[in-house]
Structures are given as structure tokens and as C-alpha cells.
């Protein structure tokens, strides 16, 4: 089976990603299995099966986006440190309501 054919048993794009292909196959697996058709064949539920697995084994082979390369290595310091506390617009009137009633 080639990937046009198993993308086709499949029912998805080419830019199909692994949480799609795996609703695909969810969905047709559903529809395809032997206990849940009439005439009981598992040929139809195998051709799913087979094209699951090709497109799984292609989309595992595909390489991490550069962002995400060296991600478990060891995090620098700056990673670590907590990210700087926004001040919100309500904290902000309440120190000027203070500070100017400390000034009366």
C-alpha cells in the first residue's frame, strides 16, 4: 500500500497531522469493523488497519520544528527563573489611591 492509497482509506489530506490521522482512523475503524457490518469481512477493517500504521510510521519520521530541538536537554538559567508579574490596571489605581491618601 502506498501513501496516496492508505491517505485515501484514511480519508485525509496530505498535511494531515498525527491527531487527525488518529480521528481518521478512529472514525473509519469504527465504520469498517467486522462486528459492526453485516457481512462480518475483515478485509475492509485490515486495508484500515494497514493505512494507519503506514501514515503513523511516515508521520514518525518527520523531524521536530527547529524550536523544539535540544527541548530535553538542560534548560539554561534564564529558563528557569520565574517570568516577570505584570502589574494589572486595578493594582495600579489602588497604589495611586493609597499613595495619595497617605499624602493628605
Do not use: I
Request: hydrophobic share 35%.
Amino acid at each position: 500500500m502506498d501513501e496516496t492509497t492508505a491517505r485515501t482509506t484514511l480519508g485525509v489530506g496530505p498535511h494531515a497531522g498525527p491527531r487527525e490521522l488518529r480521528r481518521a482512523f478512529r472514525l473509519r475503524s469504527k465504520e469498517t469493523h467486522p462486528d459492526l457490518t453485516e457481512d462480518g469481512s475483515t478485509s475492509a477493517f485490515d486495508d484500515v488497519q494497514a493505512a494507519h500504521a503506514l501514515l503513523a510510521e511516515l508521520a514518525s519520521r518527520v523531524p521536530a520544528p527547529w524550536w523544539l530541538e535540544g527541548a530535553d536537554e538542560q534548560r539554561s538559567r534564564v529558563a528557569e527563573e520565574p517570568p516577570m508579574r505584570r502589574q494589572s490596571h486595578f493594582e495600579a489605581l489602588f497604589r495611586n489611591a493609597l499613595r495619595q491618601q497617605r499624602e493628605r
